[in-house]
């Protein structure tokens, strides 16, 4: 008996195969990328998945055979092939889910498949009740077995090697690819079909009965239904997937990011500290592996708060900038290079054999720096001050390393700018000394050690006294007297130099008072500010709080200023004097000509006093420059209208030659040294016992042009 298909049963079931096909491909991709749980679940989805679709393909083809008779079907025997076609689909899902598939293992697994597929197929044929039984054609029987184990190896080739990737060229592949074993796995089915005999004579047997074509839909719309579940689910965890990965990506840059910024200078690239000492530890390891020696070096860049101070902030971050690449361009690919601080640069020499070979690397540094730095279109030459320690002489970690290549490197830099030093353990004693002084300093303040001497600054013309400066001393309980040139450095470095200066000018101030209140007649204060002093904000409120404790007219107080202090923020620098100045406080240039010497800032500037530094008075009568560069400010100093002190004068000599110039004032050993208040006061009663007194009026008047305080 021969049957014929129903056209649109065999397109479902063929479009069925199709969609198996692409969602097996899909499934292959997210069984091999899970794990755990995840990838049993997979597993388990997918074999439902597949394992249905392939048998509803079967059962399709087989609702489509027409045929003169009604079939009926044996329900337990059809129910046996639906699970001999999940145990298949798990079996194939299994195997593509390994990492690695050899060719023997392809083949095995192929033959095990098509063995599934074609016992499915079978084992649905004999479900069908008939009477004769049915037949087979064994030609077809083996061309349908030889054709699903090649079926099968194409499917599992093709899920292996498609199943990484996401691109869209992927996806293409896949679709294709589905059509092709798709329709492989219709063509086994209707392959075995055709093998099958039926007698003319047939006739049908008790057993389950089906409307074939309500029911291949319904089986039809499962089978997708169940499929469309599986890939919108692969897709979307496809999705989430890809996302995670995304996720993770940014997530793992943004660590990268964060981790090279905690490790790396931002002006430089360099590394900083944090990196310096990873790459320490590294080292350390190595050498006490090999047995060699490595060298930390901490340089220090001389002068580059000069040329912050002048030229500006960015034309000091271009310096470093190539300075940071000269540096890399000398040193060795086993060195690191790291930038520590503001002006603070360090290497780490590894693979040495003595201290020489350190020297070396010193001498190529120095090398570099001869030529100068071009910044801003000008030329201007950078020196470093080097202090070297080497492991493991000078320490067992880096802490230890870079603490004491630190005190090597602040030895150099206070001996000469532009030298190194190796770390000796006497450096550290000092080094100590300082730390100790330091605290000592925090506490002279609170206990009252520090005291205010005054220093006369006479007329030359008349020899009379209108003003003395206050000078710090600090009265130690057990070192006795620490000279200032010890402990106010330390102060600037400390940044105890602004309270220092605060109480200077509330002491200065309250002394002023008690002399005044004693019946002295008053003489014009002055007191040095900082350059940190002289930026903080609050300068001329604290400065009329400690003339309004004092009840002190402003006209008293005269404030000394460096010319680096004043031009450091010209701008507001300018803003700041004409504030003091509107309150009747003198201005004057302290140490002048060491500086800037510029013209433009005296012209602007409201200025009483040029201060010539002591360096000047020295040599006075030895050097003709010295002579030049004091007649010349003084020159300078008058044609602007403003009075001329020079410092240091010892001999009577130089105050000759001084009053020969046109000097206004002198101060130094040869009238007085500093002396503590009360020997000041018995020295001014003694002088104007001796000659007339200013009047009151003329202590208070200002050189300033922008003065507003004029006294009556």
């Excluded at 089978?223 to 997937?241: E, H, N, P, Q, R």
């Excluded at 730095?373 to 492991?391: D, P, Q």
């Excluded at 450095?489 to 101030?509: D, F, K, N, T, Y």
């Amino acid at each position: 008996m021969q049957g014929t298909y129903t056209s649109w049963m065999v397109c479902l079931s063929v479009a069925i195969a199709v969609v198996v096909a692409y969602t097996t491909l899909n499934l292959a991709s997210r069984i091999s990328s899970a794990k755990g749980r995840a990838a049993f679940a997979w597993l388990a989805g997918g074999t439902l998945s597949m394992g249905v679709g392939i048998w509803s393909v079967h059962f399709i083809a087989v609702l489509a055979l027409k045929l003169p008779i009604e079939l009926t079907y044996d329900l337990p025997t059809t129910i046996v092939s639906l699970g001999i076609s999940l145990g298949t689909s798990g079996f194939a899902l299994a195997l593509v889910a390994r990492s690695e598939l050899s060719q023997a293992r392809l083949a095995i697994g192929s033959l095990i498949m098509g063995a599934g597929i074609s016992g499915m197929l079978y084992s649905g044929v004999s479900a069908i009740r008939i009477s004769p039984a049915l037949e087979y054609e064994a030609d077809l029987v083996a061309a349908s077995i030889v054709l699903a184990a090649i079926t099968s190896y194409a499917t599992l080739w093709l899920a292996v090697r498609l199943r990484r990737g996401h691109s869209w060229s992927v996806v293409l592949t896949r679709v294709l690819a589905a059509f092709v074993v798709g329709g492989a796995i219709a063509a086994v089915h209707y392959v075995g079909l055709a093998s099958v005999a039926i007698s003319p004579d047939a006739r049908p047997l008790p057993g389950t009965t089906l409307e074939n074509g309500w029911f291949a839909i319904a089986l039809g719309l499962f089978a997708f239904g169940v499929l469309g579940v599986t890939l919108i689910t692969i897709m979307y965890d496809a999705y989430l997937a890809r996302h995670l990965r995304d996720s993770d990506f940014l997530r793992a840059q943004v660590h990268a990011n964060a981790r090279h910024a905690a490790r790396h200078d931002v002006l430089t690239n360099l590394p900083n500290r944090l990196g310096l000492a990873e790459a320490a530890e590294s080292a350390m390891a190595e050498a006490t592996r090999s047995g060699r020696a490595f060298a930390l070096m901490v340089m220090d860049v001389d002068r580059l708060k000069t040329i912050n101070d002048s030229l500006g902030h960015e034309a000091g971050d271009e310096l470093l900038r190539e300075l940071s690449q000269r540096l890399r361009a000398v040193l060795r690919r086993s060195d690191t290079l790291a930038r520590l601080a503001g002006d603070e640069f360090a290497i780490l020499a590894c693979d040495l054999d003595d201290a020489q070979d350190a020297e070396r690397i010193v001498a190529k540094i120095t090398d570099l720096l001869r030529d100068p730095f071009v910044t801003r279109k000008l030329e201007c030459h950078a020196s470093l001050s080097i202090g070297i320690s080497l492991f493991p002489n000078d320490g067992a970690s880096f802490e230890a390393l870079l603490r004491r290549a630190e005190v090597a490197m602040r030895t150099a830099k206070e001996a000469s700018g532009g030298s190194y030093r190796f770390y000796a353990p006497e450096m550290s004693s000092i080094a100590d000394n300082r730390l100790v002084l330091e605290t000592e300093l925090r506490r002279a303040l609170e206990l009252e050690q520090l005291e205010l001497h005054y220093q006369p600054k006479v007329d030359i013309s008349t020899g009379r006294v209108r003003s003395a400066e206050a000078l710090i001393r600090w009265r130690h309980p057990t070192r006795g007297v620490v000279p200032p040139n010890v402990f106010i450095p330390l102060a600037e470095e400390s940044g105890l130099i602004v309270p220092l200066g605060e109480w200077v000018l509330r002491r200065a101030c309250r002394q002023l008072r008690v002399w005044i209140d004693s019946g002295m007649r008053p003489v014009r204060v002055a007191v040095n500010l900082s350059a940190k002093q002289f930026r903080q904000a609050e300068l001329t409120s604290v400065v009329e709080s400690a003339l309004s404790e004092s009840r002190l007219e402003p006209g008293y107080l005269e404030l000394e200023l460096t010319e680096s202090a004043v031009m450091h923020d010209a701008e507001q620098s300018a803003k700041t004097l004409q504030k003091l100045s509107t309150m009747g406080v003198h201005i004057s240039i302290d140490d002048f000509g060491t500086g800037y010497s510029s013209l433009s800032y005296l012209r602007r500037f409201p200025l009483d006093k040029l201060k010539i530094d002591r360096s000047f008075i020295r040599d006075l009568m030895l050097n003709p420059d010295d002579v030049s560069i004091v007649r010349a400010i003084i020159s300078l100093a008058h044609s602007l209208r403003l009075r001329v002190v020079a410092e240091g004068v010892e001999t009577a000599e130089q105050l000759e030659f001084l009053k020969n110039l046109g000097c206004d004032q002198y101060q130094g050993f040869y009238y007085s040294p500093a002396v503590p208040p009360e020997e000041f006061a018995a020295l001014i009663a003694r002088i104007r016992s001796e000659r007339p007194e200013y009047t009151e009026a003329d202590m208070l008047k200002t050189q300033s042009r922008l003065s507003a305080y004029t006294p009556t």
